[in-house]
């Protein structure tokens, strides 16, 4: 099998992933009501519309694509931090404690493990290739996954200990990789 036909079809797992995520993400942040979910959903739109823009760009390999991928990609990470900036301040302002989430727990831990192995397959097609988008959607289906353990964590510690304040700081550590994955894009 080709590199090029490997990559694409990594992608496409990875599309397939994160549509069924946004669903069961957006269930469960409504019914938990949860910063955590919602915006690791978000992340998982994002992760969407990276996948999309990397098929695009892997259809011709032109470095214009190229630019236009990493720059769409980087304010797609610029959007989700604005959002988890005011949304987890005003959760811990306010005390919103939100609900316990039974299917987050399982759907974030089922996504870090796909979301690590696909970033790794994705590093090495990416290295393969030598393209420089690959490589770096790899990079942030890498990042999904850590996000995903992250809030698999806080949504643990809820649940079973009863810290509430642990999703919106969720919120913030997804934003910490949000603007460093939006500064790296928009470098690019």
Do not use: C
Not at 2 to 27: D, F, K
Request: glycine letters at 10%; proline letters at 2%.
């Amino acid at each position: 099998m080709s590199a090029l036909r490997r990559g694409r079809q990594l992608e496409v797992m990875t599309l397939g992933w994160n549509v069924v995520g946004v669903v069961i993400l957006g269930y469960a942040a409504i019914v938990a009501r949860s910063v955590a979910l919602a915006g690791f959903g978000l992340d998982s739109v994002i992760e969407i519309g990276a996948s999309t823009v990397v098929l695009w760009e892997l259809a011709e390999v032109a470095q214009t694509r190229q630019r236009k991928a990493m720059r769409l990609v980087g304010w797609s990470f610029v959007t989700l931090a604005f959002y988890l900036a005011v949304q987890s301040t005003i959760v811990l302002v306010v005390g919103f404690r939100p609900h316990h989430s039974p299917i987050g727990i399982v759907w974030t831990a089922m996504t870090a493990v796909a979301m690590f192995a696909l970033a790794e397959g994705k590093k090495r097609v990416g290295s393969a290739l030598d393209n420089p988008v690959l490589k770096a959607e790899g990079r942030v289906t890498l990042i999904d996954g850590i996000l995903a353990s992250a809030v698999l964590a806080g949504l643990i510690v809820n649940a079973f200990v009863g810290w509430w304040w642990a999703d919106p700081v969720t919120g913030y550590v997804i934003l910490y990789y949000a603007i460093r994955e939006a500064r790296g894009s928009l470098k690019e």
